[in-house]
């Protein structure tokens, strides 16, 4: 009986040994298409409609990991309000993970919370009353969005969409490639906020406050549209082992094109496909070098394939399909 309650606790501690205790960060790099978000900045939607923001707060929460081939850890009871004019830097505690597949999280307050009293939570919390107020009533509750601006040529239609609702509490998927280092794994994610707009016309003046129309359309592109891996973190990686990286035929059919990578060291990669607007097609991991990978278009246009190398994105290619 000692032996035994001995080999399990021997196979027990090797079990908890083999996955290392590694803090998991989130960073959010706040965007505009391809610059840095700030107040009044003037940019432009899908539709071409000119706009600035003059307000940009949103929820995040219900935040998983899924990591080290499909095991989805739960960050449990965790709000975030975010305000795109400050640094967003979102501290998920140290856990079991080594190898980071993809992120999942909401916009939005979780059902359990989001008809509570604000004034029950401690000054500074995220759910605590704020001003401006994103709290909208204990019917509806919070304000998952608030987004405000003008629109229009001379800027001069005032918009606003503050989206709500716990039907509306939409779940994003962002795919990832990352592996601890150092004890740490940071997640850096774009958020591009002109695609919050994405098929929402501003020109004429719109105000939305709700569950319904535009508002529920701007919670849908945030789970859609808004959220990448970051192409703006400084890389730290060393990609010279790669001698070369093409995707041919090009200009390609529909389903005909492959890329090909080739190393000096027998290395693993992800690569990832993009649309022109950055919305994902395809993302293959665990590829290895000297290795030819078939790139699943569906319909003619213009795409970007990535490959990425711990988490980042170290050389793009575009691909034309006809």
């Known amino acids: 009986m000692k032996r035994t309650l001995l080999s399990l606790l021997v196979f027990a501690t090797f079990c908890m040994g083999s996955f290392a205790q590694n803090n998991i960060q989130v960073n959010i790099h706040h965007k505009l298409g391809g610059v840095d978000f700030?107040?009044?900045?003037?940019?432009?939607?899908?539709?071409?409609?000119?706009?600035?923001?003059?307000?940009?707060?949103?929820?995040v929460s219900g935040i998983s990991l899924l990591h080290d081939s499909g095991t989805e850890t739960m960050i449990e009871d965790l709000h975030v309000l975010v305000n795109a004019?400050?640094?967003?830097?979102?501290?998920?505690?140290?856990?079991?993970?080594?190898?980071?597949?993809?992120?999942?999280?909401?916009?939005?307050?979780?059902?359990?919370?989001?008809?509570?009293?604000?004034?029950a939570y401690p000054?500074?919390?995220?759910?605590a009353p704020t001003n401006p107020s994103m709290h909208w009533g204990w019917a509806a509750g919070y304000r998952f969005v608030a987004l405000e601006g003008k629109g229009g040529s001379s800027y001069n239609q005032t918009y606003e969409l503050h989206g709500l609702g716990n039907n509306n509490y939409y779940m994003t998927e962002v795919a990832l490639d990352l592996t601890a280092e150092n004890g740490a794994i940071v997640i850096n994610l774009d958020g591009d906020y002109t695609r919050i707009l994405e098929n929402i016309s501003v020109n004429g003046g719109l105000i939305v406050h709700g569950d319904f129309g535009a508002a529920k359309q701007a919670l849908a592109n945030f789970r859609d549209y808004v959220f990448s891996p970051s192409s703006t973190a400084t890389s730290t990686v060393d990609f010279s082992e790669v001698t070369n990286f093409t995707v041919y035929p090009n200009p390609a059919t529909v389903g005909t094109a492959v890329v090909s990578i080739a190393a000096s060291q027998d290395l693993t990669y992800a690569v990832s496909v993009t649309d022109i607007l950055g919305r994902p097609v395809q993302h293959i991991h665990f590829v290895k070098s000297n290795q030819l990978i078939p790139v699943e278009t569906t319909r003619p246009g213009l795409f970007l394939v990535h490959l990425i190398k711990d988490g980042q994105t170290v050389i793009t290619q575009k691909l034309v399909v006809q």
């Open 123 to 127: 000054s500074g919390h995220p759910l």
């Open 85 to 119: 004019t400050q640094t967003t830097e979102i501290d998920l505690g140290d856990h079991n993970i080594d190898h980071v597949e993809a992120i999942r999280f909401h916009i939005g307050v979780h059902p359990d919370f989001n008809n509570l009293d604000p004034a």
């Open 38 to 59: 700030a107040l009044n900045l003037g940019t432009t939607n899908n539709l071409n409609d000119d706009f600035k923001v003059a307000r940009l707060q949103y929820y």
